[in-house]
């Protein structure tokens, strides 16, 4: 019997930033094991970039989960699945993912819709420890996440969403020049925004490209909170600055001039100097890094 090849496995990267050793990925093994790893240390000055299609990225403190049934997760597969079937941002499916196994489109759903647009991001979600924010995690320590929803859904055109890179899959040809994560790290003023930055910038390109956001399925188990007191310090800017940082991407529009992901993205960047610089310097700089 002829084996049959891992999907995507020669056009697919796992991308995997870490500061820990390497152990968890033992867990990971029979689900990792056909595909390309790229591991980047903390510190490491060399530059380590994908040229595949499509990119896997997985925090360092993030395991295989099991659904309520105790059927281990293979998220990767399940990232796969969603990248390859369309998205549906222009009109809201009732019973989420009408691709998914088992789903189709509920009556009343436009003939002219159905074919669905490409998905550029699947954003995967977590059990165990939740990713909230400093405040939160203060005001609920014990809390975690033991709701499990079987359930993909595409984020509708003109929502915007806090996206996290613990367990993100992107199709890199679609929208990789924009996936830029946030200037942060020591001397910076604004902690724990890279990824939503990403997100929000990535989310306004794609619903003016009509490109398809996903999440929800699947889930990682993630093992270790963070210093919610750390968190505090490296956020409290930015728990303020987002309630300008919000409206600006919610007003943003787009030149008819910029029609890639890439003429678009330095606009935003023009756009970002223009309309979040005079909140703090912070913001130049950024612009410049997304411009450079």
């Known amino acids: 019997m002829q084996q049959v090849a891992p999907v995507l496995s020669d056009e697919l990267d796992i991308v995997i930033p870490t500061i820990r050793n390497l152990d968890f990925l033992e867990q990971w093994r029979a689900f990792f094991q056909p595909y390309h790893l790229i591991v980047v240390q903390d510190g490491d000055p060399s530059r380590k970039v994908s ?30 699945r969603n990248l390859l079937t369309p998205s549906t941002p222009f009109f809201f499916n009732t019973l989420y993912d009408p691709y998914a196994q088992g789903c189709d489109f509920v009556r009343g759903y436009p003939f ?14 977590w059990l165990n420890i939740p990713d909230y924010d400093a405040p939160t995690q203060l005001v609920k320590p014990a809390e975690r996440n033991t709701c499990y929803v079987d359930a993909v859904m595409t984020i509708p055109k003109g929502s915007l969403f806090p996206m996290c890179g613990m367990n993100l899959a992107f199709n890199r ?25 990403a997100g929000w910038c990535v989310k306004v390109i794609c619903d003016h490209l009509s490109l398809g956001v996903k999440t929800g399925l699947p889930y990682i188990w993630h093992s270790k909170a963070s210093n919610p007191f750390v968190n505090l310090k490296k956020e409290y800017k930015g728990i303020f600055w987002q309630e300008d940082i919000i409206p600006f ?44």
């Open 112 to 125: 002219s819709l159905r074919e669905g647009v490409p998905t550029a991001v699947s954003h995967g979600l």
């Open 173 to 197: 040809t679609l929208i990789g020049p924009a996936m830029y994560f946030g200037l942060m790290g020591d001397g910076q003023p604004l902690g724990r925004y890279d990824d939503m930055w």
């Open 249 to 292: 991407f919610q007003q943003v529009s787009f030149s008819s001039d910029s029609l890639t992901v890439e003429e678009l993205y330095l606009e935003l960047a023009f756009k970002v100097k223009e309309g979040l610089g005079h909140i703090d310097p912070y913001f130049s700089k950024l612009a410049d890094g997304m411009a450079g």
């Open 51 to 80: 040229k595949k299609k499509f990119i896997y990225t997985i925090d360092d403190d993030c395991f295989v989960a099991s659904t309520p049934t105790g059927d281990k997760i293979d998220a990767l597969q399940q990232h796969i």
